[in-house]
């Protein structure tokens, strides 16, 4: 993983605002920066390269790819980026969490099924209860180091996870959330949005 920076060629300036995010996200200032441009320029490595400076500064790194085959599994991203992780935590780490918020990521995460308490899952026009929920977990796994949430190949993510991240780009928790998406370079998000950086230089 060393060696993974000495190769990312003509990349300065990418990986600078990168560095900026993790450096702000130790100030205890959360962002979001989305990756863009044509397949095969180097994306994916350069999410790794920011997973590893990430590691470096003792923050922890969740990552997490969506999958053309997963596309009718609701918030499969989010499951591949944290489920593994939540799954080896003490229960004492979630219990600070209410007990609708419990209940709620029970429906989102396989791992933490127990919790459900028999509580019904939230309707596709109530998923704002999934959304806080989610959002509270990230604040609980961040309370102690600083968190960056890795996503990548999200133009094969499922609506449930579009939705999510979406609800997590408007009212960010206390973590830095990092997303790439295939496809050409496009304008410019509203004030509020996520940064991006045009990849579109070959690394």
């Given at each position: 993983?060393?060696?993974?920076?000495?190769?990312?060629?003509?990349?300065?300036?990418?990986?600078?605002?990168?560095?900026?995010?993790?450096?702000?996200?130790?100030?205890?200032?959360?962002?979001?920066?989305?990756?863009?441009g044509e397949p095969g320029i180097?994306?994916?490595?350069?999410?790794?390269?920011?997973?590893?400076?990430?590691?470096?500064?003792?923050?922890?790194?969740?990552?997490?790819?969506?999958?053309?085959?997963?596309?009718?599994?609701?918030?499969?991203?989010?499951?591949?980026?944290?489920?593994?992780?939540?799954?080896?935590?003490?229960?004492?780490?979630?219990?600070?969490?209410?007990?609708?918020?419990?209940?709620?990521?029970?429906?989102?995460?396989?791992?933490?099924?127990?919790?459900?308490?028999?509580?019904?899952?939230?309707?596709?026009?109530?998923?704002?209860?999934?959304?806080?929920?989610?959002?509270?977990?990230?604040?609980?796994?961040?309370?102690?180091?600083?968190?960056?949430?890795?996503?990548?190949?999200?133009?094969?993510?499922?609506?449930?996870?579009?939705?999510?991240?979406?609800?997590?780009?408007?009212?960010?928790?206390?973590?830095?959330?990092?997303?790439?998406?295939?496809?050409?370079?496009?304008?410019?998000?509203?004030?509020?949005?996520?940064?991006?950086?045009?990849?579109?230089?070959?690394?």
């Amino acid at each position: 993983m060393a060696l993974l920076g000495e190769r990312l060629v003509g990349r300065t300036d990418e990986l600078d605002a990168l560095e900026q995010l993790l450096v702000e996200l130790d100030r205890g200032r959360s962002g979001a920066v989305e990756l863009v441009g044509e397949p095969g320029i180097g994306k994916t490595r350069l999410l790794r390269e920011l997973a590893a400076r990430a590691e470096r500064r003792g923050q922890l790194v969740l990552s997490g790819s969506a999958s053309e085959l997963e596309r009718d599994l609701p918030f499969s991203v989010f499951v591949d980026a944290l489920d593994e992780y939540v799954d080896g935590l003490d229960p004492k780490q979630l219990a600070s969490l209410a007990g609708d918020v419990q209940a709620e990521l029970a429906h989102v995460l396989p791992s933490l099924a127990a919790l459900a308490g028999g509580r019904e899952v939230a309707l596709q026009h109530e998923r704002y209860r999934s959304h806080r929920a989610v959002r509270a977990l990230l604040e609980q796994l961040a309370d102690t180091s600083p968190l960056v949430l890795v996503l990548d190949d999200l133009h094969w993510a499922d609506s449930a996870s579009v939705e999510l991240l979406g609800a997590l780009l408007r009212r960010p928790p206390a973590a830095a959330a990092v997303r790439r998406r295939e496809g050409r370079v496009r304008p410019p998000a509203p004030r509020g949005g996520p940064g991006r950086r045009d990849c579109s230089s070959r690394a």
